[in-house]
T-cell receptor, first 115, second 111 residues
Framework: AQTVTQSQPEMSVQEAETVTLSCTYD???????LFWYKQPPSRQMILVIR??????QNATENRFSVNFQKAAKSFSLKISDSQLGDAAMYFC????????????FGGGTRLMVKP | DSGVTQTPKHLITATGQRVTLRCSPR?????VYWYQQSLDQGLQFLIQ???????AKGNILERFSAQQFPDLHSELNLSSLELGDSALYFC??????????FGEGSRLTVL
């Protein structure tokens, strides 16, 4: 079974600065997807960014980008120009290519943004 | 708005009781997933349905059951409730091969 680990329970960043959230995963599969979800105080799960394992290029969505290291099984999220609205829980998630879309989540990282 | 609708949003009940949580997936999505999120923890996969059939099962307790109806909405039934069942229950839906879209969750409090 796949496991996803987020080793940083909490992170803090100054507004307008850059922060990187870490995620590692364990799998024996070669094809899979990785995601970062944001959960603000409203508790809604919001997809931030996705990465297909077969793609070497790191995904980017505006101020959000990932550093995907397949050999190291690492998938970190970089948030640039942090904004107060970025404060939330962030979850890393893994989905097997063939497992019917079931997501396996990490334990989450709480990001605080200081004004 | 993800297009996934969950009801009720909040539910307070007593130990030993039974509740039903309802989920309407996005239009056209055939798969429905149920996840449980206990306080300040990650989401734990419970069960998945695809077009009315059970597709995958996670760490779902025997006291819990689910089904997906012909109109594709799904219900999660929780019985003999215990204090530890208090959590946020999420429903998500997807089209085959696509990303998951989550509802706003149903917050269950067992007293």
């Amino acid at each position: 079974a796949q496991t996803v680990t987020q080793s940083q329970p909490e992170m803090s960043v100054q507004e307008a600065e850059t922060v990187t959230l870490s995620c590692t995963y364990d799998t024996s599969e070669s094809d899979y997807y990785l995601f970062w979800y944001k959960q603000p105080p409203s508790r809604q799960m919001i997809l931030v960014i996705r990465q297909e394992a077969y793609k070497q290029q790191n995904a980017t969505e505006n101020r959000f980008s990932v550093n995907f290291q397949k050999a190291a099984k690492s998938f970190s999220l970089k948030i640039s120009d942090s904004q107060l609205g970025d404060a939330a829980m962030y979850f890393c998630a893994y989905r097997s290519y063939n497992a019917g879309n079931m997501l396996t989540f990490g334990g989450g990282t709480r990001l605080m943004v200081k004004p | 708005d993800s297009g996934v609708t969950q009801t009720p949003k909040h539910l307070i009940t007593a130990t030993g009781q039974r509740v039903t949580l309802r989920c309407s997936p996005r239009s056209g999505d055939l798969s429905v997933y149920w996840y449980q999120q206990s306080l300040d923890q990650g989401l734990q996969f419970l069960i998945q349905y695809y077009n009315g059939e059970e597709r995958a099962k996670g760490n779902i307790l025997e006291r819990f059951s689910a089904q997906q109806f012909p109109d594709l909405h799904s219900e999660l039934n929780l019985s003999s409730l215990e204090l530890g069942d208090s959590a946020l229950y999420f429903c998500a839906s997807s089209l085959s091969g696509g990303e998951l879209f989550f509802g706003e969750g149903s917050r269950l409090t067992v007293l």
